[in-house]
T-cell receptor, first 112, second 112 residues
Framework: EAQVTQNPRYLITVTGKKLTVTCSQN?????MSWYRQDPGLGLRQIYY???????DKGDVPEGYKVSRKEKRNFPLILESPSPNQTSLYFC???????????FGPGTRLTVL | GENVEQHPSTLSVQEGDSAVIKCTYS??????FPWYKQELGKGPQLIID?????GEKKDQRIAVTLNKTAKHFSLHITETQPEDSAVYFCAASKRSGGKLIFGQGTELSVKP
């Protein structure tokens, strides 16, 4: 089944404890992206990747890191999480940047 | 910076009525405008998109119109059904690059 998977789906952590949210797609898509969703603010793009080893900042990259070492995976890294990073995170992928994006099921992160 | 404004934030209609959601964008270089539907507990899903070389696109009960001069675009849903109840997001991106800017979202409620 063609899909985007994210893990974990739910995570509660404490300030400063490094964490990684994984994202994987099985559709051979070149483009991948991370978003956060907050009430009243819609979806805001954190980072995106046009292809392997090519990443770029979205609108809200502060406090996040990403890597794209292989085509199918695009992990989101929070080196030192803070409470303002409490949010619902979505990973998405598409063949090219301006094609239909397929979203994962989301990861709900709480930073205490 | 680039910005997409979406209105209204909530919309309630009776089953069978039409619903209209409007978005304006700030960057005149934007030329790709997708609309996503997000059902409760799920990731967003593309329902329709339009590129700047056309002014209107229709797919069954859903249509999108684009006014490049005024920098706004709208989603029209006719003969609404309870299963249309969801959060709808508009978005805009430019020809080059991978940035996608989303609006704040509209929560549509269709009452039977």
């Amino acid at each position: 089944e063609a899909q985007v998977t994210q893990n974990p789906r739910y995570l509660i952590t404490v300030t400063g404890k490094k964490l990684t949210v994984t994202c994987s797609q099985n559709m051979n898509h070149e483009y991948m992206s991370w978003y956060r969703q907050d009430p009243g603010l819609g979806l805001r793009q954190i980072y995106y990747s046009m292809n392997v080893e090519v990443t770029d900042k979205g609108d809200v990259p502060e406090g996040y890191k990403v890597s794209r070492k292989e085509k199918r995976n695009f992990p989101l890294i929070l080196e030192s999480p803070s409470p303002n990073q409490t949010s619902l995170y979505f990973c998405a992928s598409s063949f090219l940047a301006r094609d239909e994006q397929f979203f994962g099921p989301g990861t709900r992160l709480t930073v205490l | 910076g680039e910005n997409v404004e979406q209105h209204p934030s909530t919309l309630s209609v009776q089953e069978g009525d039409s619903a209209v959601i409007k978005c304006t964008y700030s960057d005149s270089a934007s030329n790709y405008f997708p609309w996503y539907k997000q059902e409760l507990g799920k990731g967003p899903q593309l329902i329709i998109d339009i590129r700047s070389n056309v002014g209107e696109k229709k797919d069954q009960r859903i249509a999108v119109t684009l006014n490049k001069t005024a920098k706004h675009f709208s989603l029209h849903i006719t003969e609404t059904q309870p299963e249309d109840s969801a959060v709808y997001f508009c978005a805009a991106s430019k020809r080059s690059g991978g940035k996608l800017i989303f609006g704040q979202g509209t929560e549509l409620s269709v009452k039977p």
